[in-house]
């Protein structure tokens, strides 16, 4: 697998921020990514040194549309831990 096609996008939520501050990035992968293959795919597109990688699959939510019942796609969450000092340059702005 590409590390292009592990990253699907950043998430940007306010928890999502305020893990930034403590150095923890949060981002939507592939479902069949394993930690190993996300812990590098962060540290070949953005240089940084990375820490831990903790991931979690989030089951899609019960939903109507049009007045019939349906369900929103479950996908696979990763929070990735820097080191200390690390940071990735495009959540910053800079």
């Known amino acids: 697998m590409n590390y292009v096609d592990v990253l699907i996008e950043p998430i940007l939520s306010e928890k999502a921020t305020v893990l930034r501050e403590s150095g923890k990035y949060t981002f939507k992968v592939a479902p069949n990514a394993s930690k190993t293959q996300i812990k590098e795919a962060v540290h070949n597109l953005f240089n940084v040194k990375v820490v831990d990688c903790t991931t979690v699959n989030v ?3 019960e939903k ?3 007045g019939r019942p349906g369900r929103t796609a479950s996908w696979k969450k990763a929070v990735i831990s820097l080191a200390p000092g690390e940071t990735i340059k495009v959540f910053e702005g800079l």
Do not use: E, L, P
Request: proline letters at 0%.
């Open 59 to 61: 089951s899609g939510k």
């Open 64 to 66: 109507r549309v049009r």
